[in-house]
């Protein structure tokens, strides 16, 4: 990685000074022993009372800046990434907003890059319809049909039962095992979408349960543009981007929109043997579910806001009630999901990196770009990180280090370190396929010798070993079915190939040479059985 770029920023940050009021001793009559005792009595008691607030006070100050762009930029190298944006808050402040690496070839990361939030739009969808919830025009439980008349799917009862608040929590009984939305023809319009979804099955009875579901989001921003009169995109820069002051954020209804209205994206980038390719976002459906173009430091309102009861700069943006419903995950299920927020009961605890501390977070992943976003609530501390690369390994190794050990830095403990980095795992990967491949090789050149053992062999010795042969295109032809079945998850070839390209390519290589020799043995074994007969 090149040397890393650090851009300084300027917010307009209101430091807070503690200190005590003026006291006016000149006036004081008391002899100079009681005096003393007073202030003695008067100090004891403050500190008893404000020991908490003090303490968090105390423990924001102590909050070491060079600290955490060292550990990032430490992080960033350790793993090859080329570019992050950070912002970090507290209370109603932005504390820290920094870029680093770089945005594109050549330009340095700044505040004002533009990125994919991806899936941290589902916030802002919520948002919206608490708003209208606010002005009497949506009601939580009342059916989603009640909005949106055309609205069904293959079983018609469950879809008169699917209310709002289900798909806010993702319990609609909707999922990708009954509705693989992610292979299928994506819609450019809400109209499309409600169409298509008339063919999706339910897979469980709304309420019920928890399936985290791209199309549930895309309801519901379709349900804001009914309700509101208004397009989507113009009610959340009207009501939610504008009152923010979020000056370089748009939404887009279909990833094609973003290269017409992008003035300053960052180039995304998949990962492949741990090296960074610049790749352009797959096309796709956004609307309500993974729509919003943003940069660190208009993000860093946002996070203001959530962490300040729906207000910023004195304008109430959602009320406090609605704020604290968004936040809190449905009691009656076995899911920590919100409403766009991932959020643990207040009584669990964190993993042992971030000690008690409770956090509400959620990220967000396209094909290029990945994020993630953190509500410190016990502190008032924000966290969000935007990068411009996206993979299995980035996003299930780099982003998770990078994120707990920052959380450990604000809570004032020591972020963990060590453990693989995506340069091992990289070169691991690359020396699995140069080895696979110079097994497969061999393997050729010695069928000559293998079609003279193979005549002494057993049948089930030569099925064993044709089937060996097959196996990486089997592998390859299941992948889709494999990660369904332990995810829950529908992903097309082209999703999972830019995830894990590195992976596709050892498959790839083991599926080509593979069934050369598989072929070729088969057609091997049929000359010699001719031959004999």
């Not at 009875?205 to 113009?234: D, I, K």
Request: proline share 6%; glycine share 8%; net charge neutral.
């Amino acid at each position: 990685m090149g040397k890393l770029d650090v851009l300084s920023a300027k917010p307009p940050l209101r430091v807070l000074s503690l200190s005590p009021r003026r006291a006016k001793c000149n006036q004081m009559q008391t002899k100079p022993s009681l005096r003393l005792f007073l202030f003695l009595m008067i100090g004891f008691v403050v500190m008893f009372m404000h020991k908490k607030g003090i303490a968090a006070a105390a423990a924001q100050g102590a909050l070491d800046m060079s600290e955490i762009d060292r550990f990032v930029a430490e992080q960033m190298d350790r793993h090859n990434l080329p570019g992050l944006a950070l912002a970090i808050t507290h209370g109603n402040q932005v504390v820290h907003l920094r870029g680093y690496g770089t945005a594109r070839a050549g330009q340095p990361m700044t505040l004002q890059t533009q990125f994919f939030i991806a899936s941290l739009s589902k916030s802002f969808t919520a948002v919206a319809i608490m708003q209208l919830v606010e002005a009497g025009q949506i009601d939580l439980d009342t059916p989603v049909q009640e909005y949106l008349p055309q609205f069904t799917l293959t079983d018609a009862t469950v879809a008169r039962q699917i209310t709002i608040r289900h798909l806010l929590n993702q319990t609609s009984g909707l999922a990708d095992t009954g509705y693989p939305e992610g292979r299928l023809p994506q819609p450019t319009t809400f109209e499309q979408l409600l169409s298509s979804l008339s063919k999706a099955r339910p897979v469980a009875a709304p309420g019920t349960e928890f399936h985290y579901f791209n199309p549930n989001y895309q309801l519901l921003a379709r349900v804001v543009e009914v309700v509101s009169g208004e397009p989507f995109s113009a009610y959340l820069q009207t009501h939610i981007f504008a009152p923010l002051r979020m000056t370089h954020t748009f939404n887009v209804i279909t990833s094609d929109e973003v290269m017409q209205r992008a003035e300053n994206l960052a180039q995304g980038h998949v990962m492949a043997f741990g090296i960074p390719i610049a790749t352009q976002e797959m096309s796709g459906f956004l609307g309500g579910s993974g729509g919003v173009i943003s940069t660190a430091e208009d993000m860093a309102n946002y996070l203001i806001m959530q962490n300040n009861g729906g207000r910023f700069a004195g304008e109430s943006i959602v009320a406090p009630s609605s704020i604290a419903l968004m936040h809190t995950a449905p009691q009656s299920l076995d899911s920590t999901y919100a409403m766009g927020w991932f959020a643990p009961p207040p009584e669990t605890t964190a993993e042992s990196t971030t000690g008690s501390t409770r956090i509400l977070e959620h990220n967000g992943v396209l094909s290029v770009f990945y994020a993630d976003m953190a509500l410190l609530p016990e502190t008032g501390d924000g966290l969000l990180l935007l990068y411009n690369t996206s993979s299995l390994a980035s996003n299930s190794l780099a982003a998770p280090q990078i994120k707990s050990g920052l959380v450990a830095l604000l809570t004032g403990t020591q972020p963990t370190t060590g453990g693989m980095s995506l340069r091992i795992v990289g070169a691991l990967v690359g020396l699995a396929t140069l080895i696979g491949a110079a097994l497969a090789i061999r393997s050729l050149l010695r069928l000559p010798r293998w079609r003279q053992k193979a005549q002494a062999l057993p049948a089930w010795r030569l099925l064993l070993g044709l089937t060996g042969t097959f196996t990486p295109v089997l592998i390859l032809l299941g992948l889709p079915s494999l990660v369904t079945a332990s995810s829950g998850r529908a992903f097309s070839y082209a999703q999972l190939f830019r995830s894990m390209p590195d992976l596709f390519i050892w498959l790839g290589l083991g599926t080509v040479l593979g069934a050369i020799n598989g072929v070729t043995r088969i057609f091997l074994l049929i000359r010699s059985a001719r031959s004999e007969s």
